[in-house]
C-alpha cells in the first residue's frame, strides 16, 4: 500500500516536497514513479526512480526544477519540487511497479500499485 503526502498551497517560486511511503512491501526491487492529474487532462508522468539502479526519470517540463530520491531506510520515495509554478497545479499520485523496462517508466498503465493523491496548488 502506498501512502502519498506533502501536497499543500504555495505561491508561485516556492517549493514543496511530496513524500510516498510503502507498507507491507519494500521498493527495493521496484520502479516507483510520480504522476499528476488536473481536470480535463490526462494523467501525466512526473518522474521515476528505479530501485535497482538508481535511476532517475523526469518529464521535460520538471527537469531541473524537481528531484526524485528515496530513503531506503524509510522506504520512502519522496518528489522535491522547486520553483514551482502555477502549472504545476494538479493532484500529484504515486505509483509503483516491479523492476519496469526504461521505455515503459512513462506509461501509468504499466504501474500497478497506486496511492491516493496529494493535491499541490500553486498560486500566481
Known amino acids: 500500500q ?4 506533502g501536497g499543500g498551497l504555495v505561491q508561485a517560486g516556492g517549493s514543496l516536497r511530496l513524500s510516498c ?3 507491507g512491501r519494500t521498493f527495493s526491487t521496484y520502479t516507483v514513479g510520480w504522476f499528476r492529474r488536473t481536470p480535463g487532462k490526462e494523467r501525466e508522468f512526473v518522474a521515476a526512480f528505479r530501485w535497482t539502479d538508481l535511476s532517475t526519470y523526469y518529464a521535460t517540463s ?5 528531484t526524485i530520491s528515496r530513503d531506503s531506510a524509510k522506504n520512502t520515495v519522496f518528489l522535491q519540487m522547486n ?23 512513462h506509461s501509468a498503465l504499466r504501474y500497478n500499485n497506486w496511492g491516493q493523491g496529494t493535491l499541490v496548488t500553486v498560486s500566481s
Open 2 to 5: 502506498l501512502q502519498a503526502s
Open 21 to 23: 511511503a510503502a507498507s
Open 62 to 66: 520538471v527537469k531541473g526544477r524537481f
Open 83 to 105: 520553483n514551482l509554478k502555477p502549472e504545476d497545479t494538479a493532484v500529484y499520485h504515486c505509483a509503483a511497479a516491479p523492476n519496469l523496462i526504461v521505455s515503459s517508466i
